[in-house]
């Protein structure tokens, strides 16, 4: 018929039957998570009042393939294998000789890409006899695939929301309900960080830090109850790689190979999920691609932060990982990306940006906005702003490929919609959206307070 | 593996090739427009203001098959084929023996079916020189589904979106504006309708009715300009037949044929997308279904309207057609399932209704919502308000075949999702939600003001 494809799409049995666990080949192992009082690294037993074992085992395993099990491939296959799209459209609008890829992550039932990890983590749970979990959210993404995926497994979900996206983004509150879960604005009166926070700032808006305390409060001191993390941790980080592994063989069916990798990155989840099973072909010297993350101008942990033990948390009751961190006192001015405001990085997207296997970028965010609407004009999908983060970065590789006559194959994450963030969107158009600079001042002040704490 | 399949799926070059017409399959051809002057038929002449000529042929043609340009095609195939799934999930949740399949349309850009007619809507416009396009907007379905296009083909649009909705529902107006649109609320001052009505009523909080009337005075009032209507029309029923044709191929792939097909109906576009190409086959002797159009107790043109001509809209500008009606002037409660609150119904579902091949159900807003939740918690989807009608009757006759001990197929289509909605359930978790009674006073009053039309 002569019409170009659009969509490269795996039927339900390609879904991936092993995770890529990309410690089997980094060159050195990460260093490992220390105990905050003594200062030495933390074992299974310091772990196991917030993660089942299952989950434990796969943050410290070395293994390069770990299994998926039956039952979480089948909750997987409400939404995946997920489509790769060739932006042909956008290509054109560009008037670009780049050849522009992206994955969708945006159809699962949450929007995002979170449930890729959601699953598993509550299936693993519901198997070792946990009855409820707990968790922090920030703008809303998380929480709400966390409340999927209990509503799936039966689990009951607590979720702790910074209270400034409680009271601005009550539709991601919502649909948290309507798959059942309980939902506290952040600081919340229900733990003791919670009520001490309170107590000094009545009227505090919360932070993702201080609800990640809260959640693991609650967590540590409820038999029924587990923890639950959205990113940052090795074996969330693990789970998401099926959108790479999906991403390699979509690519060949497209009769492609990516020179261009291209992902947003808050916690380090959504990036590496894309990058890391090409970054493990890359290590293995099979091929060789440019690895870029993008991170807002906002929160820049991997292009300004420092490379250092640090707590994930604002409470400093998470254990110690080394990270690109901006000092856990830290806390991001109110930009739209709320997915992307956190003071720290995976200590596993951080050790292969200090090995210098990636490249980082920092954007601000109306140019972010400005790629979004570009986008959602030539594609139709309107992205979440934290992909937005992505898609300008890929423009600007697509503008240079023209300026410098050249044709490069560009893949990135289209990490979810942005439905829920469409009063970001009007700011941006009615010109009411600022950047904001580098607050150095701040960021010196908490770095500070990691005086004193391991190296 | 041994895992059951939940999504049927169809590759890219099954697309349809050409939409499904009723017209050549129905005993008695449906009864002709009318003009309101003469209640004469009216002829392409008439329409030429309003509507491009292939639009107009397509209106009253004859022909089985229609085909589909290779550009709507391609815009089609950033969404389409749409998938197919087995509610195996909701299945076990209601411990039922029948199984349950669902077409899921709210895997377009705009996020329900809409974009299935809007995009050729759109590029007939095109390619007869059409510069602009004015339409009315409800709930905001439409008017998103049209902007899309109109991003797609590089038309301008004007969207006239009823004031009440307009007000409540910023993000569908953002969505519009995201793609380019200009909206604006109705009764609005830019058209000599909208200037009467707030002359009378500064606060009228509109109807569709009433922007059909204004969306309709611009295009006949402008060279540059035609007129697009999201529902009712015979072509827009035409073109949503892909939902039904794909359907077919994917039941097949299933291996399972429907005993019962529901869908939700307002202007009717919807429910005869999924159901004519099978009701096609009815008629032709092929195959027998029961096919379920389902209503909201609020505005039951179908279960309460009489069949007779009036007018589309509240103006009195579009020509007469003959239809289900609880009179033009009549003004639904506002339920919040805004795409099925009209007056009248499609003259193509009225007359199949009026000839026995179809049955009618109305339902209350709080039933359907309850069944959202259900779905919501079992499938992960969040079904826009419309289709909880849908799905409320298959639950419904999913219980029935337990007591019974029947195993029927049961098809339905998902035609858009709830993200846009979540106020509404928020309302419905909390108890807010109302139902309305019948408002049997008023209709009385609305059809005695089609005394002296035509019958």
Chains 1, 2 share one sequence.
Not at 258 to 273: E, H, K, M, Q, Y
Not at 294 to 303: C, D, N
């Amino acid at each position: 018929m002569g019409m170009q494809q659009t969509k490269f799409i795996l039927p339900e049995d390609r879904i991936p039957r092993a995770w890529y666990n990309i410690a089997a080949d980094l060159p050195t192992p990460p260093p490992p998570p220390l105990h905050p009082g003594t200062g030495q690294p933390i074992g299974p037993a310091d772990l196991a009042p917030l993660f089942p074992m299952a989950l434990i085992g796969q943050e410290v395993s070395a293994e390069r393939e770990i299994e998926i099990p039956d039952p979480v491939r089948e909750a997987y296959s409400m939404y995946r294998p997920s489509p790769l799209y060739r932006a042909h459209r956008l290509e054109r609008a560009l008037g670009t000789s780049a050849r522009i890829y992206y994955k969708y992550e945006g159809v699962s039932p949450a929007g995002s890409h979170k449930p890729n990890t959601a699953i598993p983590q509550a299936w693993y749970n519901q198997q070792e006899g946990v009855k409820r979990l707990s968790t922090e959210t920030g703008a809303g993404q998380w929480g709400t695939a966390l409340s999927l995926a209990g509503a799936i497994f039966g689990l009951e979900v607590k979720v702790y929301m910074v209270r400034a996206s409680y009271d601005q983004k009550p539709y991601r509150r919502n649909l948290m309900e309507v798959y059942g879960a309980s939902v506290v604005a952040s600081p919340s009166p229900d733990t003791n960080y919670g009520r001490s926070v309170l107590a000094e700032h009545p009227d505090s808006p919360g932070s993702l830090g201080m609800a990640i305390s809260e959640a693991v409060e609650d967590a540590a001191t409820r038999d029924d109850t587990k923890y639950a993390l959205g990113s940052v941790l090795n074996h969330v980080l693990l789970h998401q790689t099926v959108i790479g592994l999906e991403a390699m063989e979509q690519m060949e069916m497209a009769g492609d190979e990516p020179d261009i990798l291209v992902a947003c990155t808050g916690g380090g989840s959504n990036f590496a999920g894309l990058t890391f099973p090409f970054l493990g072909r890359k290590l293995r010297g099979e091929a060789d691609y440019r690895i870029i993350a993008v991170e807002p101008e906002a929160a820049p942990s991997l292009t300004r932060g420092v490379y250092r033990y640090d707590f994930g948390d604002t409470g400093q009751m998470t254990p110690l990982v080394k990270m690109h961190t901006l000092g856990h006192d830290f806390i991001p001015e109110p930009i739209h990306a709320g997915g992307l405001r956190y003071h720290g990085m995976s200590p596993l997207v951080s050790l292969v940006k200090e090995l210098g296997l990636i490249e980082a970028q920092a954007v601000h965010q109306r140019k972010t906005f400005e790629s979004g609407v570009r986008f959602a004009r030539a594609e139709g999908i309107l992205p979440a702003p934290e992909p937005t983060h992505a898609i300008s970065v890929v423009i600007d590789e697509a503008l240079k490929a023209n300026a410098e006559g050249t044709s490069p194959v560009i893949l990135f994450n289209l990490c979810g919609h942005g439905h829920f963030d469409l009063a970001a969107y009007a700011r941006y158009l009615s010109g009411d959206l600022v950047d904001y600079e580098f607050p150095a001042d701040q960021v010196r002040v908490a770095l500070e307070g990691l005086e004193g704490l391991p190296v």
